[in-house]
């Protein structure tokens, strides 16, 4: 079954800078990639998310970059503000009537004023 | 729209007691999964149901963990027996069904979570 591996575990970056989280993927047939920010006590929301057809997408700070041959994705966020701190979730998912999405251990950022 | 529904947000049960757990999703969404997730850990993939059918519970306990998703009413996450291990945090999501394949999206919308904590 699919295996999903997500790197660094915490990360800590100063305001304004950028962050960027990694994740791997173990199942070729895997074709949706979803990114998902929880905060404290709260359930995850779904930020951005990218199919196999594309590399690249880009929501104004946030994008995420794909490279199927390797079968890793990334999540970049730019000029970092405080209310991103949160623990992101990466995710991967065949696109199908019968696919489970598997999680990502998650990535907890911080941002420093 | 109403988002995804979760009751209760808190359990208390003794250890050998019931749980149920309860999801409404989201209005035209046909497909739920329920996933377990324990202190600074990660989301687990529990199980993934359409209206009346189990399509994959292969992250199930093969014990004392039931899920249904009637015709009628929410999906219910149902836990026999618990002990102190199934104290956790539990993540009901819904997804639409894609109009023009008819195929399930997999965009995921969560409801808050119901914690359970287990004495």
């Known amino acids: 079954g699919e295996n999903v591996e997500q790197h660094p575990s915490t990360l800590s970056v100063q305001e304004g800078d950028s962050a960027v989280i990694k994740c791997t993927y173990s199942d070729s047939a895997s074709n949706y990639f979803p990114w998902y920010k929880q905060e404290l006590g709260k359930g995850p929301q779904l930020i951005i998310d990218i199919r196999s057809n594309v590399g690249e997408k880009k929501d104004q700070r946030i994008a995420v970059t794909l490279n199927k041959t390797a079968k890793h994705f990334s999540l970049h966020i730019t000029e970092t503000q405080p209310e991103d701190s949160a623990v992101y979730f990466c995710?991967?998912?065949?696109?199908?009537?019968?696919?489970?999405?598997?999680f990502g251990s998650g990535t907890r950022l911080s941002i420093r004023p | 729209n109403a988002g995804v529904m979760q009751n209760p947000r808190h359990l208390v049960r003794r250890r050998g007691q019931e749980a149920r757990l309860r999801c409404s999703p989201m209005k035209g969404h046909s497909h739920v999964y329920w996933y377990r997730q324990l202190p600074e850990e990660g989301l687990k993939f529990m199980v993934y149901?359409?209206?009346?059918?189990?399509?994959?519970e292969s992250g199930m306990p093969k014990e004392r963990f039931s899920a249904e998703f009637p015709k009628e009413g929410p999906s219910i996450l149902r836990i026999q027996q618990v002990v102190r291990g199934d104290s956790a945090a539990y993540f009901c999501a819904s997804s639409p069904t894609d109009t023009s394949g008819g195929v399930n999206t997999g965009e995921l919308f969560f409801g808050e979570g119901s914690r359970l904590t287990v004495l």
């Open positions: 149901l359409q209206k009346e059918n189990i399509i994959d």
């Open positions: 995710a991967a998912s065949g696109y199908s009537s019968a696919s489970k999405i598997i």
